[in-house]
């Protein structure tokens, strides 16, 4: 019995032993050679810079932001190779700095630019890169730094995954041109929201990675385990799967707003919904990124919780397959989209938290008209004529339609695993289309097959598949619908129509927004009476706060827009 | 037997090997790849295929499988594509997270089981037999992940919102924010307070199977001669059973531990996916979903390893302690 | 006890005729008694209380006449039953008592074994009654404004979920595909496990190293990566579902039967029939096999209960039974995102599953306990 007991005291040490010396904490975690030399230089800055910029005595300075999200950060701070739209905010908030950002308008203003000048004919722009910047080791931001990132995300090889961005703009070394330490001319065609994408890249260091061949950019340390920025935070730690640390950059201009309020901010990836919602009720972290809309309650029913909402960038659409013979006829399609309650849909999936989408362009886009656009409300009698038309008709009396030549309208809609919402459209169509004869059978995918069998031009194997886009300012659809670019990946519509397509390239190219209004109205309605897609709704963005965080302001910009604002209620600290 | 152990050994390494093999090819039949993950509007196929080139995926599939073989046993194990790290230095960072909870899973699992399983054979067909019967299959029947979020909620969230007691437990994760603030001490507390309610939720599924070994070992031993002529001496009933009795019962029940391991590692998943734990069950999961090969390859790799030690250990022990069995 | 004179005979006969079952309840024999009275009363509540149903369902399709057929049939059985138990002779039962006989009766004073068996009873006979049980079609959507997320409530005793489906037809409907998952795959994986630990435990030598190498990579295979691929290849269905639980699940009873046979293997009546000349085979399936049931059975009943609760993890990662077919698990893993707002939608599942792996355990420990002469005390 004393053996027993020994032995267990032995094991419980055993193991409190290992708890407290396994997993892994420490502020230099990583161990690849670059990093190694990289951040005792950010250290050694960092120190010599807080004692230089002392912190103002203002109640306003200090504590810890403890954020939660579902995802991890995929490519962290690497600009140059990431798609991810967390790694996106951060880049352009957090760690690194672009060269304009918007205000609330969607109008340009000066942020790591200080200023920029358009050339009379639209092929140029000159940039006058701030000259109080500082990378957090300590080195000068300068246009060389600029020069090398807009080289690299335009050079192929790197495999830069929002290409389009730079359509027309001139690639590679030709397209750039350093006139002197701060001033640098970047060459482009004229089209529209031509700045936007100095809006979302984050400037990289020429001295840390110009030396790194563009093609091994992507599995390069420097983004995820030492990211050095020139921003607001400081990476201060990234363990993987669990959090990332930054702190505050003292040496962040005085011009900009200095350093920002907060001493801490913490990214925590907590993959569980319900774990987040309980996280934040405890008030263990004090922001939950984009809750469910059913969690919205109980944040809102909590004194010390606020909840926050914009309308998002995102929208989320059931994709046709016009190659297949029930789906070719566009009126089949418009009759699909009548035929289903979108509005009721909306309501019961979002709570309200959405707006039902007739077109792509979301509501914070100046291009944004509902009124104007023919109406797509949910009739189903109409949908029973405009099929009839089409000459699908129950001939058999089966209750589903067929066409003359026997071909049932039975369409599978394909979802991915683990997306509650988009299961949720396709099984509510399936009961709302089966009233007007057509048979709908959900179907769900996982991932990464699904993907394939979409993207691939010669598999296309799929009718409807029920998908989300999350979109830019700079709104360009030519990847979706162009017919030439239908042996593409994003062309699952197989949308050959030559007015959608002069449109397409008109809207691309033309800068003027008024011009643009005009065309973007056709644009729309055409695209209402082609219908390559029924597209269902924008979700709001969603964000569960701790009421003692202040001066949170979201929108479609982002969450963490203003970051650098945040401050904790010093009673609460 | 240092001979059987030997055989086992070597054997071990080409079923591993054939585990390895198999593994590789399902992983690549699967449909998709990692490209597809980072696609975006705007890349043509050439992008997408640069990005094959770089991630070392444009050669036919039985060129991979050769260089891979090749570098694994060098004790290269490639670079992890969605980790951008050395594929070892990932598995250990995320490794002992998951040694740490199962280690703890099991340990309290076993004392439980023990514990409860020689009560219930000592009492056996009394009313607390069969309540803690059907206690225990109550918590055997619980999903591990619905047993966690139970857990949360009760003990997390309603002790500290709903009746404020004053002491409630962390909803996740392996330490707290300003960990590296603490004392030593501090520290300790902290890092067992993340790990009570994990480690419950692994355990209690546990306990039921083991309690229910124990009490069937322990009903065998106790009627033993031997064990009669105790009594019949005049030995008190704790003496009996602690002393002689728990000890050989004991025996076959340790052997369980063998065939728990491989149970515990791939029921970690969904408690390291409840509590924000980051541990190899989860990385593992998600590679296999983004496709990342040479991770995926490293744990299936390192999970065969460790079960089939562990199975090698049962096997031993459970020959060491039964004198009947032979191996030849 | 029993009376067993002619009066007291035709008694219990006439008792019999209106109440099967009552009889043997009064008797003391409860086991057999309440299991009888409760399927006889239970079905003559279907019955009644489903009358239109019961009557709709002539001639409806599979699903219905199968629970018409369960319906007569379970009448008829326990009607049957109990009439010829009351009115057998009693002479014929105190004539050699075997094997069977003698663990039938051990069982029967197992209380907590009896209640399982009774439940597990029950659950067979709702999941084959379901079509005339269950209130609502379980893929029925209610308006989605309005019914989504109703708690408990008289029109949808169990409330309903995110669909507006009613909650309780679903668990019935749930009840087939879990419980049918739980024994075909069991089924599987015990035969397999079986025959082959038995096989290598007797045979031992290379025979044996073969089978338990084979058995190491089974265990040691990833079933996660054979799932995924599976079903990205075929798409998921639940037949792929239980072929591949089952056939990942045998090494573990292929390690304890082994085990046992081992131990077997050296007892003094195996060498006798060795001795005696009796061919591997029957030594092995009638001398091996039946004495080492009793690690079986647990291990059986433990791996239907088991399988129910790995089919919920499945749902969890996205991998089990697919929508919108309800099963237990996915029922209780879809519900958990929910568990803060709309706790029922998880937590009957969740209790469904546990009672029912109860029940298998209880009876699985009754069994064991009845079968093994060295428990009985």
């Known amino acids: 019995m004393k053996e027993l007991l020994k032995k267990g005291l032995i094991g419980i040490g055993t193991v409190l032993g290992l708890a407290s010396c396994g997993g892994s904490d420490g502020r230099i975690g990583s161990s690849d050679p670059f990093c190694q030399q990289v951040l005792p230089a950010v250290e050694a800055f960092m120190t010599q810079a807080s004692e230089a910029y002392p912190t103002p005595d203002e109640p306003r300075y200090g504590g810890t932001v403890v954020l939660g999200t579902i995802g991890d950060m995929p490519d962290g701070l690497n600009s140059a190779v990431s798609s991810n739209y967390s790694d996106a905010q951060h880049q352009q908030f957090v760690g690194l700095m672009t060269l304009i950002n918007y205000d609330a308008r969607g109008e340009a203003r000066a942020y790591l630019a200080e200023d920029w000048e358009v050339a009379p004919d639209g092929r140029s722009i000159t940039f006058q890169i701030r000259q109080d910047v500082r990378w957090h080791d300590g080195e000068q931001t300068d246009a060389y730094d600029v020069a090398f990132t807009y080289e690299a995300v335009t050079d192929p090889l790197t495999a830069f995954p929002n290409a389009a961005f730079w359509d027309h703009y001139v690639k590679g070394p030709d397209g750039v041109e350093v006139i002197d330490d701060f001033t640098i001319r970047i060459r482009l065609e004229p089209h529209a929201d031509f700045m936007d994408p100095f809006r979302t890249l984050g400037i990289l260091p020429e001295h840390l990675l110009g030396d790194v061949p563009h093609d091994q950019l992507k599995l390069h340390p420097y983004g995820t385990q030492c990211p050095v920025g020139n921003g607001p935070f400081v990476f201060a730690q990234h363990i993987p799967q669990d959090r990332w640390v930054f702190e505050a950059n003292p040496a962040f201009p005085e011009a900009l707003g200095g350093r920002p309020f907060l001493d801490r901010y913490v990214y925590r990836v907590i993959p569980e919904q319900t774990t987040l919602l309980t996280e934040l009720l405890i008030e263990d972290i004090d922001v939950y990124i984009a809750p469910r809309p059913d969690q919205a309650q109980q944040i809102i029913d909590n004194q010390n919780l606020e909840l926050l909402n914009f309308s998002g960038r995102s929208y989320v659409f059931v994709g046709w397959n016009a190659r297949k013979p029930q789906l070719a006829d566009s009126r089949v399609r418009r009759a699909i989209t009548i035929g289903t309650n979108r509005a009721e849909i909306v309501e019961a999936i979002l709570q309200g938290y959405g707006q039902v989408a007739n077109t792509g362009v979301p509501p914070f886009h100046w291009a944004y008209d509902p009124e104007s656009m023919p109406s797509l409300e949910y009739n189903p009698d109409r949908a029973k004529v405009l099929l009839d038309e089409a000459g699908w008709q129950d001939r058999d009396g089966d209750g589903v339609r067929e066409s003359e030549d026997g071909t049932r309208l039975s369409l599978s809609i394909k979802y991915n695993t683990g997306n509650q919402q988009r299961q949720d459209i396709a099984e509510i169509m399936q009961q709302q289309l089966g009233a007007v004869g057509i048979e709908i059978q959900p179907q769900v995918v996982e991932w990464g097959t699904l993907l394939q069998q979409i993207n691939t031009p010669e598999l296309r194997d799929f009718d409807g598949v029920v998908m989300g886009w999350v979109v830019e300012f700079k709104l360009d659809d030519i990847d979706l619908f162009h017919s030439e670019r239908i042996d593409q990946p994003y062309a699952w519509s197989g949308t050959e129509n030559l007015e959608i397509d002069r449109l397409l390239e008109e809207l691309s190219i033309t800068a003027d927004r008024s011009e643009a209004m005009v065309l973007w109205k056709e644009y729309q309605e055409l695209l209402i009476e082609e219908q390559p897609y029924t597209y269902f709704y924008f979700p709001d963005r969603l964000e569960g706060i701790n009421r003692r965080v202040k001066g949170v302001e979201v929108d479609a910009r982002g969450e963490w827009l203003n970051i650098k604002d945040w401050y904790l209620d010093p009673a609460s600290r | 037997m240092t001979r059987y152990i030997i055989r086992r050994l070597l054997s071990a390494i080409p079923l591993v090997l054939g585990i390895a093999t198999i593994v590789f090819f399902a992983v690549n039949l699967a449909p998709g790849d990692p490209t597809l993950y980072f696609l975006s509007p705007g890349m043509t196929q050439d992008v997408i295929e640069q990005m094959r080139v770089n991630f070392g995926l444009d050669q036919p599939v039985h060129v991979r499988y050769l260089r891979w073989l090749g570098a694994m046993l060098t004790g290269d194990f490639g670079y992890s594509i969605s980790h951008s790290r050395p594929v070892l230095e990932v598995l250990m960072d995320f490794l002992p997270n998951t040694l740490v909870l199962s280690a703890c899973a099991l340990f309290v699992a076993f004392l439980f089981g023990i514990i409860i399983g020689t009560i219930q054979a000592v009492r056996q067909y009394s009313v607390m037999d069969s309540s803690m019967s059907v206690v225990l299959l109550f918590f055997y029947s619980m999903p591990s992940f619905w047993l966690a979020l139970m857990l949360i909620l009760t003990l997390s969230l309603f002790a500290r919102n709903v009746w404020d007691l004053p002491i409630w437990f962390p909803a996740s994760g392996i330490v707290s924010v300003d960990y590296d603030f603490l004392t030593l001490s501090e520290k300790v507390r902290d890092r067992v307070m993340h790990l009570v309610l994990p480690t419950l939720s692994l355990a209690l599924v546990l306990t039921a199977g083991i309690a229910r070994y124990m009490r069937g070992s322990m009903l065998e031993v106790i009627r033993q001669d031997y064990i009669r002529t105790a009594k019949a001496k005049g030995l008190s009933e704790a003496v009996v059973v602690f002393k002689h009795a728990l000890r050989n019962a004991l025996i076959p029940v340790i052997t369980l531990v063998g065939l728990y391991i491989p149970v515990l590692f791939s029921g970690t998943i969904f408690i390291e996916t409840i509590f924000a734990w980051p541990g190899m069950g989860r990385t593992i999961y998600d590679a296999i979903f983004i496709r990342d090969y040479p991770l995926v390859m490293a744990g299936t790799f390192f999970f065969a390893i460790m079960v089939v030690v562990a199975n090698l250990i049962a096997d031993v022990l459970y020959a060491v302690i039964d004198p009947r069995i032979r191996y030849e | ?377």
Not at chain 3, 19 to 48: N, S
Not at chain 3, 143 to 165: C, F, K, M, Q
């Open chain 3, 1 to 377: 006890m029993s009376d067993r004179s002619l009066a007291g005979r035709r008694r219990w006969r006439v008792v019999s005729t209106v109440l099967p079952g009552l009889p043997q309840v009064l008797m003391g024999r409860w086991g057999a008694g309440w299991t009888v009275l409760l399927t006889w009363l239970g079905c003559l509540w279907v019955v009644m209380a489903h009358y239109e149903r019961v009557v709709g369902a002539l001639g409806g399709g599979w699903d219905q006449n199968l629970a018409l057929g369960t319906l007569v049939v379970s009448l008829t059985l326990a009607w049957t039953w109990s009439w010829r138990d009351v009115s057998g002779s009693d002479e014929s039962k105190d004539v050699g008592v075997s094997q069977w006989d003698l663990a039938v009766r051990a069982f029967s004073k197992n209380r907590t074994a009896v209640v399982g068996l009774i439940v597990i009873i029950g659950l067979y006979l709702v999941a084959l009654l379901t079509p005339l049980l269950a209130p609502y079609d379980p893929t029925f959507q209610g308006d989605l404004i309005t019914e989504r997320y109703v708690g408990l409530s008289a029109t949808h005793p169990l409330g309903t979920d995110n669909y507006a489906r009613d909650v309780l037809s679903r668990l019935l409907y749930g009840a087939r595909i879990s419980l049918a998952i739980g024994f075909v795959a069991v089924s599987i994986s015990v035969s397999v496990g079986t025959l082959l630990g038995a096989v290598a435990g007797f045979m031992g030598g290379i025979v044996d190293a073969m089978i338990m190498r084979f058995v190491d990579i089974v265990i040691s295979f990833p079933r996660l990566v054979l799932l995924i691929t599976i079903i990205g290849l075929f798409g998921s269905s639940i037949f792929m579902i239980v072929a591949v639980l089952g056939l990942t699940l045998w090494p573990g009873t292929a390690r304890i039967v082994r085990g046992e046979v081992l131990s077997l293997r050296e007892r003094e009546f195996i060498q006798a029939a060795t001795a005696l000349g009796y061919s591997k085979r029957r030594i092995i399936l009638r001398h091996l096999i039946p004495n080492a049931l009793g690690p079986v059975i647990v291990a059986a009943t433990l791996g239907i209960g088991n399988t129910i609760v790995l089919e919920a993890g499945l749902s969890f990662l996205g991998l089990g039974v697919q929508p919108p077919t309800p099963s237990w698990g996915t029922m209780v893993a879809v519900g958990r995102d929910d568990l803060l707002g709309a706790w029922w939608l998880s937590t009957f599942p969740g209790l469904a599953i546990v009672f029912t792996v109860l029940s298998f355990n209880l009876v699985g420990d009754g069994l064991r306990d009845a079968l093994d002469p060295r428990l009985r005390t």
